[in-house]
C-alpha cells in the first residue's frame, strides 16, 4: 500500500539552529501539507502546496518556516532559527488529485518529533 | 465558542460495550465532516466520514445534526483494537484544503 515517508524520526537540535523535515508524498498525489502536533495538543495546520507553490498557511508558518519541492518526490520544511516552541511532532502529508475536500482524507506520514533544546 | 470542542475523556469501556461520542462545532457553514483516529504518539488516519444522512461502516456509526452543530460517532462492540483517541475534522473554510483538528477524544477498551 502506497504510504507517506518522512525522515528524520526524531531529531534534536539546539535553539538557533536550522533544521529541514523531509517528506516523500504518495507518488500519484498533488496535494501536500505540513501538520505539527504539540505533545498533549491537536493537530495543527502550518502549509498546503499544490502546483509548486503554497496555496494556504496558517499563523503558525511565519518567516521561519519555508517549504520546498526540490524535485519529482520530496518536500521538505525547513525551519530556519528554532525555538524551544518548535518542539513538536511534525506530519507531512498528501492528499489525491481532488485534494481530499470532498473525501477529508489526507494520507499522513508517521511523523518528525522534533525536540529544540 | 471555540471551532471544535470534544470530550478529552478518557472513556474506559470494556470490551463488548457501545460507546458514543460527540463533538460540536462552531462554524454553521461547515458542509463536510470527519472522524479521524490517532493511536497513541502516531500519526491520524481517516476513519469515516459524515455525511448529512449520516455514515455507517461495520460496527462505526456517524451522525450530523446541524441544528444543534454536533456530529457523533458511535462504536458497538468494542474491540481492544479500538483503543485510541478519536478526532472530530472538518475544513476551515470553504474551499479550503484546510484541516481544523479537534483535540480528540480517548478511548480506552478494558478485556
Known amino acids: 500500500e502506497p504510504e507517506v515517508t518522512q525522515t528524520p524520526s526524531h531529531q534534536v537540535t539546539q535553539m538557533g539552529q536550522e533544521v529541514i523535515l523531509r517528506c516523500v508524498p504518495i507518488?500519484?498525489?498533488?496535494?501536500f501539507y505540513w501538520y505539527r502536533q504539540i505533545l498533549g495538543q491537536k493537530v495543527e495546520f502550518l502549509v498546503s502546496?499544490?502546483?509548486?507553490?503554497?496555496?494556504?498557511k496558517s499563523e503558525i508558518f511565519d518567516d521561519q518556516f519555508s517549504v520546498e519541492r526540490p524535485d519529482g518526490s520530496n518536500f521538505t520544511l525547513k525551519i530556519r532559527s528554532t525555538k524551544l516552541e518548535d518542539s513538536a511532532m511534525y506530519f507531512c502529508?498528501?492528499?489525491?488529485?481532488?485534494?481530499?475536500?470532498?473525501?477529508?482524507?489526507?494520507?499522513f506520514g508517521e511523523g518528525s518529533r522534533l525536540t529544540v533544546l | 465558542r471555540k471551532e471544535v470542542e470534544q470530550d478529552p475523556g478518557p472513556f474506559n469501556v470494556p470490551e463488548g460495550a457501545t460507546v458514543a461520542f460527540n463533538c460540536t462545532y462552531s462554524?454553521?457553514?461547515?458542509?463536510?465532516f470527519f472522524w479521524y483516529r490517532q493511536d497513541c504518539r502516531k500519526e491520524p488516519k481517516l476513519l469515516m466520514s459524515?455525511?448529512?444522512s449520516g455514515n455507517e461502516d461495520g460496527r462505526f456509526t456517524a451522525q450530523l445534526n446541524r441544528a444543534s452543530q454536533y456530529i457523533s460517532l458511535l462504536i458497538r462492540d468494542s474491540k481492544l483494537s479500538d483503543s485510541a483517541t478519536y478526532l472530530c475534522?472538518?475544513?476551515?473554510?470553504?474551499?479550503?484544503?484546510?484541516?481544523?483538528f479537534g483535540k480528540g477524544t480517548k478511548l480506552s477498551v478494558i478485556p
Open positions: 459524515v455525511y448529512s
Open positions: 502546496f499544490y502546483n509548486n507553490e503554497i496555496s494556504e
Open positions: 502529508a498528501s492528499s489525491e488529485p481532488s485534494g481530499g475536500l470532498n473525501t477529508g482524507e489526507l494520507f
Open positions: 507518488s500519484n498525489h498533488l496535494y
Open positions: 462554524n454553521s457553514a461547515s458542509q463536510s
Open positions: 475534522v472538518f475544513p476551515s473554510g470553504a474551499g479550503s484544503y484546510q484541516l481544523t
